[in-house]
């Protein structure tokens, strides 16, 4: 169980920069690589967002105005989702802790702390697939106001794609590292392949953006 101080000890979005990039380069064992990847994650969101507000309101992009408003509503709910998501790595990672330090001696602990390592396991792996869900959207996102919005701001498309897309493939390394402790076999071999997929439509998608970037220079 995570008591209540250190949930708030992990709310990573509270933190000032500075202090959050400190934190990171310390023996702290939180926040890690998960929870800042989702943070980058979280600001290729805002970006796209960025993108967006900054074609609002000009009439050389009337038609796509209410597609813009959408994109802004859209990553103000992921970019709060990935903070969020920034820590719940941090929980998860307490989670399979606790269970890896449950008693190990009887048969019967044995199987206890089994169980509780697998079941933290699925836990975490589940909250790494919702991370890489989200960069997802916002790698579309991303994609639609560079081909659709100012060329001005191409460039901020670009690091909206890039960010999500590396915030997305350090999630997966934690799906992957999670699975480890999983022993249904049918789970393991469906979420490798649901993710594989998942990965290389996303990395399509970045080329696609990243291409489009490029022709706009």
Do not use: W
């Not at 926040?31 to 943070?39: D, E, F, H, L, Q």
């Not at 979420?191 to 970045?206: G, P």
């Amino acid at each position: 169980m995570i008591h209540g101080d250190d949930r708030m000890e992990m709310d990573f979005a509270k933190q000032s920069i500075e202090s959050f990039v400190q934190d990171l380069n310390s023996a702290k064992p939180m926040p890690g690589g998960g929870s800042a990847a989702a943070v980058c994650g979280a600001m290729g969101a805002a970006l796209a967002g960025m993108s967006a507000h900054m074609t609002v309101g000009k009439k050389k992009f009337a038609a796509v105005e209410g597609k813009m408003q959408q994109i802004i509503t859209v990553t103000e709910t992921l970019q709060q989702e990935l903070l969020d998501l920034s820590r719940e790595d941090a929980e998860m990672y307490l989670l399979v802790l606790q269970a890896f330090k449950l008693p190990n001696t009887t048969e019967e602990e044995k199987q206890q702390r089994q169980d509780a390592i697998e079941e933290a396991s699925k836990t975490a792996v589940v909250s790494s697939l919702k991370v890489v869900s989200a960069c997802e959207k916002i790698l579309q996102l991303a994609y639609v106001t560079v081909t659709e919005g100012s060329k001005l701001l191409v460039t901020d498309g670009a690091a909206a794609a890039i960010l999500a897309r590396a915030c997305q493939r350090v999630a997966s390394y934690n799906v992957h590292i999670n699975l480890q402790g999983i022993r249904d076999p049918k789970l393991f071999a469906n979420t490798c392949l649901m993710l594989d997929r998942q990965l290389e439509k996303c990395r399509e998608l970045e080329e696609k953006v990243l291409k489009e970037v490029e022709e706009r220079l």
